[in-house]
């Protein structure tokens, strides 16, 4: 294959995850780029990197004409389009089609007959796919549909047929709300996919998602890779996804695989796809829909089976047929996947963006892959997804795979930019995940217990002073005892103050023990009646934490501190990322607390609630900011008087920049 060229039609991980495999199929490969990304990974890692315009996808990664030219350009024989932009776009195989150019995936007609979801259903009907009791008919009129409401019956869930991701969705529960839920549907559909055709569906009360992979060549031979449980989702959006699914029966994962298997022979599939189904309590399947392209799950599939579905997507398109019986295929283990998102899980899911000023990913783990798009120093964007990677841990069984995704996910450290990586964590350690009680309302269900960190406040503040201190001493034993902030001195206790800020800004004291064997000790008061002793051992930014409380549990911990200038010292423990600051009257006070208000993300200035030299309530909101079509208030820390703006009402700011200078009242000696 040395004389083919591959171009991927995308970015971020998926670019760079089918990099490899075309370099190890030998492969010459194109990466395409927006403005944006032009100093991402997977550019580097093409053979060749072609720009194709600025950083909003619209023009740049879904305009098919700038996809069509790179290709021309550089004589590619072949086309990728990972998942997500062009990935189902019709128009693009048409066009691959015309100039010669084989498109890694499936033709048009498939692709057309599962992109409108009325249609699929009939489809699948006529195929004897089981499908959810419902209506998918032409007849729009709010009154027909209402009528076929009541036929099949509440809850019923309304539908946009050309929806996808969650939007154009409701579920009603009362008769007197569908009218209304109807009208808002429609005008969603219609404002987001330009029809507002919906279809209705009997809802499916705590069902989970199971999807069946399957592939198809082009002679007639087509395959099921058994099935994945994507229930964990958030928003309608995948989270966690595992497989094989846990707790099926034979005979319901037997049954599920062959519907998947009709499913795609009613439509003629080429390629690899995804036939994905409503799980009920009772046991019985539904058809939900076929993502007609490469899943960002693929991966789990990839470990219980040993193939790589990127690889047999190629050789499908090249002609290659499948060469494996459906019983020489088997499940060995169990696998799962975490997808690393830049948001805020403790600001309501906030999106977060960019500079990444410290990354250490956990890669060279047994039974631990990393599918990253992102590395040290690269300024992530507000203009795309924001899954930065996924992390795919592979088991003899799921216990074993979820002890190593959770020791994956603790291991991974990503600085500059809150992440969702401690809520990761807390659903894995989660009993009823543990335990397989698993459905799509899962963090909805637990939500009062998911939204609670591993380290809390008081923990983080006492770490966070630790972190510090540690950042000061020198690694290797000094017989000069002004070498170290210990506070030494002939007689007392050597306690000193120092004032940590994380939200607010706490006084602390501590008194830091000289120095035993590999072990440092120190004392914290100041956060509550029973001031804790820790004590830790480090190697460079990494160190074991002993933390004793009096008539309060020993508890052991791994921690990592690193330096962050100017924000101070970032650490990571249990999954958590945060972020403190300490005035230390023996440093230098440039990181004392200026009174700034600086931008939680990359974004831009939408409103502005204040002027200067305006006093202000505590939690009076003073400046809005938006990214990702989402809009975030900051408001007063205290009352108090905004001194300076440094914004105006549609500037666009880098995460940290500074907003407004506020004084506190009290502040002013």
């Known amino acids: 294959m040395n004389d083919l060229t591959l171009l991927i039609a995308n970015r971020g991980e998926i670019a760079a995850r089918i990099i490899r495999t075309a370099r190890r199929m030998g492969l010459r490969t194109v990466a395409v780029y927006s403005q944006a990304d032009r100093d991402a990974p997977f550019v580097a890692a093409a053979d060749q990197a072609v720009a194709i315009g600025p950083a909003p996808a619209r023009e740049s990664y879904l305009d098919p004409e700038r996809i069509l030219r790179a290709a021309r350009e550089t004589g590619a024989d072949l086309i990728h389009p990972g998942y997500g932009f062009l990935s189902e776009s019709t128009e693009l195989v048409r066009r691959c089609e015309d100039a010669g150019i084989r498109f890694v995936g499936p033709g048009t007609d498939a692709i057309a007959a599962m992109g409108d979801k009325t249609a699929a259903k009939r489809l699948m009907e006529d195929a004897g796919v089981p499908l959810v009791p ?10 027909h549909l209402e009528s076929e409401a009541r036929r099949i019956g509440l809850p019923v869930l309304i539908k946009a047929s050309a929806g996808g991701g969650g939007k154009g969705m409701r579920v009603v529960r009362e008769f007197s709300e569908l009218r209304n839920a109807l009208d808002g549907v ?20 705590q069902p989970r998602h199971v999807e069946v992979q399957v592939l198809f060549d082009h002679h007639g031979n087509g395959r099921h890779l058994f099935d994945r449980d994507c229930s964990i989702q958030r928003r309608h959006q995948k989270i966690l996804e595992e497989a094989p699914a846990p707790g099926l029966t034979q005979a319901t994962r037997d049954a599920m695989a062959d519907a998947a298997l ?21 046991g019985r399947f539904y058809f939900m829909e076929m993502n007609t392209r490469l899943q960002v799950e693929h991966p789990v599939t990839e470990a219980i089976t040993g193939l790589d579905l990127v690889e047999w997507q190629i050789r499908i398109a090249l002609g290659d047929p499948l060469p494996w019986p459906q019983e020489a295929l088997a499940i060995n283990g169990h696998a799962m996947e975490a997808r690393v998102y830049a948001e805020d899980p403790d600001q309501g899911f906030l999106p977060t963006s960019g500079r990444i000023q410290y990354l250490d990913e956990p890669e060279n783990m047994a039974g631990i892959r990393i599918d990253s798009g992102i590395a040290q120093e690269l300024t992530v964007s507000n203009h795309y997804d924001p899954m930065l990677a996924k992390v795919i841990t592979h088991g003899t069984d799921r216990h074993a795979a979820i002890s190593r995704l959770r020791g994956a996910l603790m291991r991974y450290h990503l600085g500059g930019f809150p992440t969702n990586i401690g809520y990761l964590c807390r659903i894995l350690d ?35 002073l630790l972190g510090w201190l540690w950042l000061q001493q020198p690694e290797t034993a000094s017989a000069d005892p002004w070498d170290a902030l210990t506070g030494w001195r002939l007689v007392g206790e050597p306690w000193q103050r120092a004032e940590v800020h994380h939200g607010e800004r706490h006084t602390l004291e501590y008194a ?21 002793t820790l004590r830790w051992h480090r190697r460079g930014h990494q160190g074991t934490v002993l933390m004793e409380s009096p008539g309060r549990c020993r508890r052991e ?44 993300m990359h ?61 506190p009242d009290g502040d002013t000696p």
């Open 134 to 143: 419902g209506y998918h008919g032409d007849d729009q009129s709010l009154d």
């Open 186 to 205: 429609k005008r969603e559909a219609s404002a987001a996919f330009g029809n507002d055709q919906v279809l209705l569906e009997r809802f499916v009360d």
């Open 557 to 600: 911990l791994s921690l990592t501190a690193i330096s962050r200038p100017p924000a101070g010292v970032t650490l990571f423990a249990e999954g958590e990322a945060w972020t403190v600051r300490v005035n230390h009257p023996e440093m230098d006070l440039a990181e004392a607390d200026t009174g700034n208000l600086t931008a939680p």
């Open 262 to 282: 009709r499913c795609a022979h009613a439509i003629g599939y080429r390629n690899a796809g995804t036939v994905e189904f409503l799980l009920g309590p009772d």
């Open 512 to 532: 830091l023990q000289l120095r035993t064997g590999d072990w440092h000790q120190v004392r914290v008061r100041g956060l509550s009646d029973h001031p804790p």
């Open 430 to 464: 989660h009993d009823s995940f543990i335990n397989s009680d698993l459905q799509t309302h899962f963090v909805e269900q637990h939500e009062a217990d998911l939204v609670k960190p591993a380290i809390t406040g008081e923990i983080a503040l006492a770490l966070g």
């Open 603 to 663: 974004g831009r200035v939408v409103a502005l609630h204040c002027a200067a030299g305006e006093r202000a309530n505590k939690g009076q909101p003073l400046v809005v900011m938006e990214a990702m079509k989402m809009e975030h208030t900051i408001t007063a820390p205290a009352d108090g008087t905004v001194t300076e703006l440094y914004c105006s009402e549609g500037d666009s700011l880098s995460s940290g920049q500074t907003l407004l200078a506020f004084e």
